[in-house]
């Protein structure tokens, strides 16, 4: 079994793309077909209108999808907060060549949304407002066989970049005071740790009922190993400080390539890996081998900087590989 995990980067069509979709997918189809995944979790997926003025469409990922096995797997899709249809941009998407038992998105609700009264704000802020979640978390139940199950969590956590604060940008990426990046930083900072922490909850949920459990957690998780939102969803045993809970621990499997592979996005010339493939115990005795497929990643700040319309996404895709029996 292969479980891989890919940020295609705001997949779309024009008008709203800059580009047209064949050019995008002369270059991700090949990708896609390469990862030769039985699931595979897929992030920044829009959305374009249907027939129906309140209705959307995957047609994009659908146009990506043709001629290759992916097009006939089960899917999963998150929605909009509004309900029944995905949203304009960044939707989550599961695709299985295993039958889908059930999924759910997860967005407060394990944890509700903290409330903060920005200080810099301009006009000041008289009354806290509540900080929500950019994006939810897809979790998906599989059916591998007649006995074995796995979880799957697509995530995509919030960006470390300032989140807007009322009264203190000019443009933009132009703000007018360093307090006031500070402070939209420090909410970025809080949307980011959230997710994960709700996150850990609900691993921690299908924890209880099962410790032995297949669990996945796979996508854009915009931080590295030891940073916050890592430690909070890894919830390791050096950072419990319990070996009762090191079971609980779900485990980066990059760490079994070596450092000089261990990429999947470059920023100012700077090998980041924001992308991760978390894994159970159970499931960890399946595990056989990564594949990190950063041979053709290009330096994500040049690209925007230089390059007319890039195609690619500045995400390397990965995957991870098992063996059932």
């Known amino acids: 079994m292969r479980i891989a995990t890919f940020n295609l980067e705001s997949l779309d069509m024009p008008p709203r793309a800059a580009m047209p979709i064949e050019d995008r997918i002369a270059v991700l ?9 039985d699931v595979i979790c897929l992030q920044e997926i829009n959305a374009q209108p249907a027939k129906s003025a309140s209705s959307r469409k ?3 990922l659908d146009l990506l999808l043709e ?27 599961v695709l299985s060549r ?10 407060h609700s394990f944890v509700e949304a903290p409330a903060y009264r920005c ?3 301009v006009p000041a802020e008289t009354e806290a407002q509540p900080v929500v979640w950019d994006r939810p978390v897809l979790q998906t139940t599989i059916r591998l066989d007649e006995v074995k199950t796995l979880h799957i969590f697509n995530a995509h956590l ?31 900072t809080m949307k980011r740790a959230g997710q994960a922490l709700e996150l850990r909850l609900a691993v921690d949920r299908i924890f209880d009922a099962d410790p032995d459990a297949l669990i996945a957690v796979c996508g854009d998780l915009n931080a590295e190993d030891r940073e916050a939102p890592l430690r909070i969803a890894i919830a390791a045993e050096e950072d419990t400080g319990s070996g009762k809970l090191a079971r609980r621990m779900i485990i980066p499997l990059e760490r079994s390539v070596s450092k000089d592979r261990r990429f999947s996005v470059v920023h100012h010339g700077r090998p980041l890996m924001l992308d991760h493939i978390l894994v159970s115990h159970t499931l960890l005795g399946l595990f056989r ?7 053709a990643l290009a330096d994500e700040v040049v690209g925007y900087a ?8 500045y995400h390397a895709p990965m995957v991870a590989e098992f063996l059932l029996d």
Not at 98 to 107: D, G, L, N, V
Not at 158 to 177: D, I, T
Request: charged share 20%.
């Open 119 to 121: 200080v810099t704000a």
């Open 306 to 313: 230089k390059v007319d319309k890039p195609p690619n996404s």
């Open 289 to 295: 081998h990564l594949e990190i497929h950063n041979e």
């Open 158 to 188: 919030r960006a470390p970049l300032a989140a807007p604060v009322a009264g203190q940008k000019e443009a933009p990426f132009v703000w007018k005071s360093a307090q006031g990046w500070a402070e939209g930083y420090f909410l970025a």
């Open 67 to 93: 001629d290759t096995p992916y097009a006939n797997y089960e899917r999963a899709v998150t929605t909009s907060t509004s309900g029944g249809r995905p949203a304009d941009v960044h939707n989550l998407v």
């Open 58 to 60: 995957l047609a994009a």
């Open 29 to 37: 189809r090949p990708q896609l077909k390469r990862l030769a995944a």
């Open 98 to 107: 295993f039958p889908i038992m059930e999924s759910c998105q997860i967005r």
